[in-house]
């Protein structure tokens, strides 16, 4: 009897350790795209404002892309989590490799697309006359480090399925240095403007995925997997994440609408709305840091074919999601009023603002459940669900969004909608999670 009760503390305390070791990494690798960015901005922004605008409207167009394509990194963390739970090591590496000739088939893709096609992007934004050549500029350079940026991606995935986070922490740092030094030194020092700004981003890129490459290369070598590519191994990575895809378009659908939503209330909860969504996005990338765990512990026990290591991994990191949601929800609430003065000093916007960091704050809990959930049936290769989940989610909020400006309420009402539609998400992942049916064994799924 007094047994039993000290297995689960013991086996917690195991789930804890390897939730912090993986979660602690992975969210400083999670934010060095947007300290690029905001190095970018940094430095553009003394150039003038003509410059600084082109660099939002490309900037904007390479994080979609960044975005779109993230389910390198997801697709690849759950299969190599798998093969190495199977304790089939060079199966794991040989599955990466599928996964980088895949980032640098996409990337080839996006470049020959993105290069003659630049000016037509840049004008669906609506680009002034006087920021579109900084745009475009900026935007046919920093295309040409996409298929690096996607090698990143895939490579962080395998990493992360080797249960090592630690590796894409150090490029990072290393990365973000380098983008800012050589930012500076060819934007100023050799006087190229916004092109050195691009140029800089782009060779801190690539500098990172040799970093990557040189990693998996030397485990390639020391199990003996293949560095070839192959066709079928490739299909198989894309398939995988076709569903990723889906959900990660949804996604920023849902994204896009409450931004159209909230440009229509007026000017003061559109920029109430950009600062919530900020804060929002950056307390997503910390409960995502805890996802990438789940997305690689649930792979290696699913591999290994321990269900109830699977399991009970998911409801301590359940636990750790709803506890980090919680601290998350009262430091929003004890921050507001220092928070809000660092983006504005229009009074018109803090008492918009106000109200919806309480919907933002009270929401965090649920957010928890759901990034710690997402993560676990993309660490069983659950995708096609997770891809209907978020269908399912996209219809719900669509129309109840769209009814805000009609309705009334306000910016409140619009958080309150995107509470709902996290709401949607936890009980189709809750439901899923209940069933069972996402624990598959073995190697592969």
């Known amino acids: 009897m007094t047994q039993a009760p000290a297995r689960r503390r013991t086996g917690r305390r195991q789930h804890d350790r390897e939730i912090v070791a993986l979660a602690v990494p992975a969210f400083g690798a999670l934010v060095a795209e947007p300290l690029f960015l905001m190095a970018d901005t940094a430095i553009v922004g003394h150039l003038g404002t003509a410059q600084l605008a082109g660099l939002g409207i490309a900037s904007a167009l390479l994080m979609t892309a960044v975005s779109v394509f993230v389910f390198l990194a997801y697709a690849t963390t759950a299969a190599v989590a798998r093969r190495v739970g199977a304790g089939d090591l060079q199966a794991a590496i040989r599955q990466g490799m599928d996964g980088i000739w895949l980032a640098l088939l996409l990337g080839a893709a996006v470049v020959a697309v993105a290069l ?7 004008d669906v934004f609506g680009a002034s006359d006087a920021a579109a ?6 935007l046919r350079i920093s295309v040409l480090g996409i298929p690096a940026m996607l090698v990143v991606l895939a490579a962080t995935g395998v990493l992360r399925g080797l249960q090592d986070t630690r590796t894409p922490l ?9 983008n800012g030094a050589l930012n500076a030194g060819l934007v100023y020092g050799a006087d190229l403007g916004i092109a050195g700004s691009a140029w800089g981003t782009v060779i801190a890129q690539c500098g990172m995925a040799a970093v990557y490459l040189v990693v998996v290369l030397r485990g390639a070598r020391k199990h003996g997997a293949s560095l070839l590519p192959d066709a079928a191994g490739i299909r198989a990575s894309a398939q995988a994440g076709v569903p990723l895809l889906v959900r990660t378009l ?18 003061a909860d ?36 321990d269900t109830q290591g699977a399991r009970d991994a998911c409801r301590r990191m359940v636990e750790w999601g709803i506890a980090v949601g919680i601290v998350f929800g009262i430091l929003v609430v004890i921050a507001r009023p ?33 990034f ?25 909020f669509t129309p109840v969004a769209l009814l805000v400006p009609v309705l009334g309420g306000g910016l409140t009402a619009l958080w309150a909608t995107m509470t709902l539609m996290m709401t949607v998400r936890m009980l189709t992942l809750w439901l899923r999670t209940r069933s069972g049916r996402w624990i598959v064994t073995g190697a592969t799924r």
């Open 116 to 122: 003659p096609t630049a000016p037509q992007l840049v």
């Open 133 to 138: 050549p900084y745009a475009i500029t900026y």
């Open 170 to 178: 150090y490029v990072a740092i290393a990365g973000f240095v380098a």
């Open 250 to 267: 949804s996604l920023r659908a849902i994204l896009m609408i409450a931004t159209a939503v909230a440009a229509r209330l007026g000017d």
């Open 270 to 305: 559109i920029a109430a709305h950009q600062i919530i969504l900020s804060l929002w996005s950056l307390l997503a990338f910390a409960l995502d840091a805890i996802a990438i765990a789940g997305q690689a512990i649930i792979g290696r026990y699913l591999g290994a074919g």
């Open 338 to 370: 220092a928070f809000l003065p660092l983006f504005t000093s229009d009074p018109a916007v803090k008492d918009v603002a106000l109200p919806a960091l309480i919907i933002v704050a009270l929401s965090q809990p649920i957010s928890g459940i759901v």
């Open 372 to 396: 710690v959930l997402d993560g676990v049936l993309m660490g069983a290769g659950d995708g096609p669900y997770l891809a209907w989940a978020m269908l399912i989610t996209l219809a719900v």
